[in-house]
Nanobody
C-alpha cells in the first residue's frame, strides 16, 4: 500500500526557516515526480513546488520562488522542502503527492497519491 508521510511542520516566527520531509513507503518514488502543495483555511489547495524523478527539473510557485528549495533523496525515498524567510501567508497545511510519471507538473489533478499533510504556522 502506497503511503506518504509528511513531517517537519510546526510553529515558526516570520523570517524563520523550516524543512519539511515527505517519506514514501510501499512505493518506489525514483520514477515519479513529487509535488508539494498547501491549503490555507478557507482557500483552495495550491501547488507550491515539485521535482522531477531525477531532481534535474523543478517548479516553484511565484509566491515562494527564491525562498523555498526542493530536493530529493531517492535512496531514502524522501523529498524535502526547505522553506526560508517564512511569512505569515505561508501558514497552511502542506501536502506531498506523487505522479505516475517522471516530469513535473503544477496541476493537482496530475497527482495520484497524497499524504495526510503537516501544519505550518508562521506567527510571532
Amino acid at each position: 500500500q502506497t503511503q506518504f508521510v509528511e513531517s517537519g511542520g510546526g510553529l515558526v516566527q516570520p523570517g524563520g526557516s523550516l524543512r519539511l520531509s515527505c517519506s514514501a513507503s510501499g512505493f518506489t518514488s525514483e520514477h515519479s515526480a513529487i509535488g508539494w502543495f498547501r491549503q490555507a483555511p478557507g482557500k483552495e489547495r495550491e501547488g507550491v513546488s515539485c521535482i522531477s524523478s531525477t531532481g534535474d527539473s523543478t517548479y516553484f510557485a511565484d509566491s515562494v520562488k527564491g525562498r523555498f528549495a526542493i530536493s530529493r533523496d531517492n535512496a531514502k525515498n524522501t523529498v524535502y522542502l526547505q522553506m526560508n524567510s517564512l511569512k505569515p501567508e505561508d501558514t497552511a497545511v502542506y501536502y506531498c503527492a506523487s505522479r505516475t510519471i517522471a516530469i513535473v507538473s503544477r496541476a493537482l489533478s496530475d497527482y495520484t497519491h497524497w499524504g495526510q499533510g503537516t501544519q505550518l504556522t508562521v506567527s510571532s
